[in-house]
């Protein structure tokens, strides 16, 4: 299906080389999932015995639908833990709600974005919106978990990766699933804490996926790859695991905020490119240039409708 893009949109996936998306996958019926074990959109299972709490987490963004598809399937096999204990959360349930394929952009939030609020003075703050609402009903739930990983797509062009937030514990968990082959330690966004910043900061093993574009089939098989592996990985569900080459590791050196109304990349860069010289214009900020801050730079899921306070991209090195 066709979809219905903001302005600017299609020309620019045009010219970075990409076709203009097309909704390939059929939002899940979550409506037998709703009520939640725990809380609404939460299900959470125990094994009697001694493990690891595990916490799989799918639309934080009301419209990526992937990550759903995948806990659907865990759902309807009835997938329980041998070890410690694993929930399922569908996190932005008002959101996805308003789902539409014919729209799919419109329904990331309903009034801000839920990964963006998890910062405990604004959790315990006197805020109020449909997503701080939603989040502090989450807390205990995250709060109780070992490990965290978030299933997230993406809208721009780029390689899917793995982003570990500063825990340095995360770094060998992403490595070790091993899929997709691109781990990228960075510092979050100055818009606001994300859900892997507030499990950082207790010192939980979290970690995003960002398993490939919105509404790809491909995205939704390696959403359950990576669940599956970080499932037998930890041991909550046993199973074959094989071996895979060692993914490569990135940490990130600078990360560009927008700051005026005039933010331009000088061309469609994709997410995964690779600038070798440093001081490479890359972008225009106003009347300021963003340029590479060292040789081999690392552009990590550069944003090419950035609006000001958003992250445009982030800078970041390969490590051995």
């Known amino acids: 299906m066709r979809l219905s893009l903001p302005p600017g949109l299609d020309a620019l996936l045009r010219d970075a080389g ?24 939460v299900w959470s299972f125990d094994s009697g015995e001694a493990g690891p709490h595990v916490g799989l ?25 041998s070890r410690g204990r694993l929930t399922l959360v569908f996190a932005n349930l008002d959101a996805f709600s308003r789902f539409e394929p014919e729209d799919p952009t419109a329904s990331r939030f309903l009034e801000e974005d839920l990964n963006r609020v998890w910062d405990p003075a ?18 205990p739930v995250f709060d109780a978990a070992d490990v965290v990983l978030d299933l997230h797509s993406m809208l721009w062009p780029s390689d899917p990766l793995f982003l570990t937030g500063t825990f340095d514990e995360s770094v060998p968990l992403a490595a070790s699933i091993g899929e997709p082959p691109m781990v990228v330690a960075d510092q979050g966004h100055e818009a ?54 060692a993914p490569r590791l990135a940490r990130v050196t600078q990360r560009v ?24 214009l890359i972008a225009i900020d106003g009347e300021a240039e963003v340029r590479t801050p060292h040789a081999d730079c690392l552009l ?8 000001p306070g958003q992250t445009a991209v982030r800078l970041a090195r390969l490590e051995t």
């Open 18 to 41: 990409a076709a203009s998306p097309t909704v390939r996958l059929v939002a899940p019926d979550i409506g037998r999932w709703r009520a939640g074990n725990v809380l609404p959109g």
């Open 57 to 81: 987490v799918a639309l934080t963004h009301g419209n990526e639908i992937a990550g759903a598809i995948v806990l659907d399937r865990l759902l309807r096999e009835a997938l329980r833990p």
């Open 122 to 139: 604004l959790l315990e703050g006197p805020r109020r919106s449909s997503e701080l609402r939603r989040a502090r009903a989450l807390r």
């Open 192 to 245: 606001g804490q994300r859900l892997i910043d507030y499990a950082a900061r207790r010192g939980r093993r979290s970690l995003i996926l960002e398993g490939g574009w919105h509404w790809e089939p491909e995205t939704v098989a390696r959403m359950e790859q990576a669940v599956r592996r970080l499932l037998a990985l930890t041991g909550v569900v046993p199973a074959e695991v094989a071996a895979l080459p």
């Open 257 to 280: 905020t927008v700051r005026s109304q005039d933010f331009a990349f000088v061309q469609p860069w994709r997410g995964g490119v690779m600038i070798p010289e440093a001081g490479t």
């Open 300 to 307: 990590v899921m550069p944003m090419l409708l950035a609006q």
